[in-house]
């Protein structure tokens, strides 16, 4: 952690960006004395920098930090905080305020507004769209979401650091490793620990199940997205298996409870391994074939090409972050250079011919299956057994935890308070995705986005919290 | 496209689901109250050919006016209370709740309580309940099969 007394904050960030960091995340601390934005440099580290807050303003780094701009509004939203030379700074978590508040207002003769949700038709969480309309072309998109804050971060204060992963467990339940072990990771460094070599690969092996529900559950999205019923039932059947394997590893359909702070109590015999090694290879095999299927059907590829662009150049600006980054020839994964799980050689693949479309994002989840197939084969080898950590006898009042889940990178912050939490601030991968949906939305036909939006599958409950 | 269809019909024949007895059918409402996911991807699974809740006359349908049941995920928060109201209000009678998962059953379990109503139950008469974190697809079903049974003529 560093403070801004040599040079100013705004200075600070702008060399870190120059000295290619990474943005992660921006939160109020304390009572909302300082602002913290978190950087991550190639190997993964990251750093806080911090700036105090002075008569309750801050400089804003939007104009250097595009991605930075829900965290800005979410500070202000929840401390207070302005933001100097953010303009608007537009309410995020707060609802209290009216429509011109939040939303841009339409121009133009036949432009009009078409506002879906927040409860929607069909199983979907809740959250509001603002179209902004020519005929069916879309010229603008308002997402308003945190219907579903549940202030989850605040009310996880002063509970104790082993605890404090209930009510990371709770923000989602899609997202409940990759969520759950950047906050176990993040309380180990606090603690002084180290993860012993097994339970880095039982860990590993808890995170490729989670991207590989998820996946499968993307790609059955993606066929009801264009109305095809057999692929979505197809692999709605191959997300089932998926769920029951999770049950025979941890006892729970999504493996929730099966990452805890230090420690993991699961275990795996021989004779489940080969249950396991089995089913997943049977899974493999059909959704080889099944994808075959997909590739060769014109009506579904006729939907996917071309639509829904999110370029290289706008996905960076945005701070895009996973499958969907990639799939905009970004070349950026935090399972590549982990050092605390058994990632060894790991090394992010890309689709051939990602130009940020549906197609590419689709292709691209496909691609990391095969990946997630060829990881669990090797780390299912053996047995699991409970596993613990090792004491490295350096603690820390702060701790990062940086996880590549399936939607992407996580960031989780834990400030120590002794042996409770001072404060907790989790950044799922959907928080820093959303704004690339509103983006690569405009120009698109209002019929196609709820494909675009699924090509994405973001989650509304972690962002919410 | 062939292959799929095949691969489909053999996944079907080997799970076999049961016939339905009752000749009845329930419209329902999906309505999110402040959920963690969990309850909306078990539920999305029960169109699936592992469970395919329509054998039993239940659909979801796009809107409350279509629905007889409004089925509740999660803790209500505050923002969700009037969306979750307007869409009870819009419903025809006879309209039945049902709460589904702990979280709607027993309000918040964690998360801050000044912006945390509880409950589906401190804002709507709720006439059933379906227990689990989230509930399984096959425990949605049980729970729906029994409330379609007090439902209608015998």
Known sequence: MSNTKVSTYRERVEYLIGNSMRFAGLYGTGQGQSVASVFVDQSGKAMLELCEVVDAKVPSIVDIVPAAQWDEREAHDLYGIVFEGHEPLRPLVNHDSRLEKWTVATTGGDVYQVAVGPTHAGIIESGHFRFHVVGDRILHLDTRLFYKHRGLEKASETKDLTSGIEYVKRACMACSVANGLSYAHACEVILGLRPSMELRRVRTILLELERLWNHLNDLAQGCAGVGMAVGNAAFC?????????????????????????????????????????????????????????????SSFQDRLQGVGILNREKALKLGIVGPCARASGIIQDARNGCDWLAYDDFQPVLTREGNGDVKSRFEQRIEELWQTFDLLDGLLSRPISPANCDPTGVPAPVGVGIVEGARGQTTCVVESNGASIGRLHLRSASYANWPGVACCSVGNLLPDFPLINKSFELCYACVDR | ???????????????????????????????????????????????????????????????????????????????????????????????????????????????DNDIIIGAVEEILPVDLTIRGCPPSPDQVIDGMLELLATLGPK
């Open chain 2, 1 to 111: 496209m062939f292959t799929l269809i095949r691969d489909l019909s053999k996944v079907r024949k080997l799970i076999d689901l049961d016939k339905p007895t009752m000749r009845k059918s329930l419209s329902i409402r999906h309505c999110d109250a402040g959920s963690c996911n969990g309850c909306e991807h078990e539920l999305s699974l029960l169109s699936s050919p592992c469970y395919d809740f329509q054998r039993y006359g239940l659909s979801i349908v796009a809107s409350p006016r279509h629905a007889d049941v409004l089925l509740v995920t999660g803790t209500v928060t505050r923002t969700m209370r009037e969306p979750l109201l307007r869409a009870y209000s819009s419903m025809p009678e006879p309209r039945k709740v049902v709460a589904l998962g702990d979280c709607a059953i027993d309000g918040a379990v964690l998360g």
């Open chain 1, 237 to 297: 059947y191959l997300v089932e298996q998926a769920r029951q394997i999770n049950n025979k590893v941890s006892g729970h359909r999504f493996l929730a409870g099966s990452i805890r702070v230090g420690a993991s109590s699961i275990s795996v015999d021989s004779q489940e391994l080969e249950v396991l090694s089995g089913l997943l290879s049977e899974m493999r095999t059909s959704v080889e074939s099944h994808w075959r299927e997909l590739t060769f059907n």
